[in-house]
């Protein structure tokens, strides 16, 4: 059982830009391609990004291509998104996700953290 801690979420101005951080509590987080959905009020869940295992493939929406950037530390079993030039629809409850596989899809196998909410005021 892997969990997944994330933080960083809040209240900015379009424009601005956050870091949202995912803690993993899984010792073989190197196992594990990580990855960022979210989902926006009356709206259903979306990926948004994911990273593989050793960090060396990305993949984005294209909503937020040239915008967003996830990362990863192994060492410190973390898991990032770099968000520049916010919009107000990028407003939503972000989720950390662990996957065995590299994976843009909503899955059994797929472990969520609980969210972080992200304000996007215009």
């Known amino acids: 059982q892997v969990q997944l801690v994330e933080s960083g979420g809040g209240l900015v101005q379009a424009g601005s830009s956050l870091r949202l951080s995912c803690a993993a509590s899984?010792?073989?987080?190197?196992?594990?391609?990580m990855g960022w959905f979210r989902q926006a009020p009356g709206k259903e869940r979306e990926f948004v990004a994911v990273?593989?295992?050793?960090?060396?493939?990305?993949h984005y929406a294209d909503s937020v291509k040239g915008r967003f950037t996830i990362s990863r530390d192994n060492a410190k079993n973390t898991v990032y998104l770099q968000m520049n030039s916010l919009k107000p629809e990028d407003t939503a409850v972000y989720y950390c996700?662990?996957?065995?596989?590299?994976?843009?899809?909503?899955?059994?196998?797929?472990?969520w953290g609980k969210g972080t909410l992200v304000t996007v005021s215009s």
């Open positions: 996700t662990a996957d065995p596989l590299f994976s843009t899809q909503v899955r059994r196998g797929t472990y």
């Open positions: 899984e010792r073989t987080f190197s196992n594990y391609a």
């Open positions: 990273i593989s295992w050793g960090g060396k493939t990305t």
